[in-house]
């Protein structure tokens, strides 16, 4: 049975870290691409990040570029994203998702498989 559990969220300060963790089951994760998406209140979802697992290639979406970065551990098949210099619009809960078979990082919602339930953020002072 396949899933995706994030966890690391939490109440931060404007210009903090965390990093998050998006443990995954039932597939071998050096399999699949990972993205991580995020949706703040009262808007859409947005990808935020992704991982290409053949070849290592890293995606950012232009907001966070800079800040954030996404890692991979096959030893623990999880997936990690490290967010530093928090801010207020970074506020939103963040969820992993696999990429489906044969698509790609960039397909957005309607390339992933699977996803996990969300980690809640907070950027508050």
């Known amino acids: 049975q396949v899933q995706l559990v994030e966890s690391g969220g939490g109440l931060v300060q404007p210009g903090g870290s965390l990093r998050l963790s998006c443990a995954a089951s039932g597939f071998t994760l050096d399999d699949y691409n990972i993205a991580w998406f995020r949706q703040a209140p009262g808007k859409e979802r947005e990808g935020v990040s992704c991982l290409s697992r053949g070849d290592g290639s890293t995606y950012y979406a232009d907001s966070v570029k800079g800040r954030f970065t996404i890692s991979g551990d096959n030893a623990k098949n999880t997936v990690y994203l490290q967010m530093n210099s928090l801010n207020f619009e970074d506020t939103a809960v963040y969820y992993c998702?696999?990429?489906?078979?044969?698509?790609?990082?960039?397909?957005?919602?309607?390339?992933?498989?699977?996803w996990g339930k969300g980690t809640l953020v907070i950027v508050s002072s």
């Open positions: 998702a696999r990429v489906r078979g044969g698509y790609g990082c960039l397909s957005g919602d309607i390339g992933m498989d699977y």
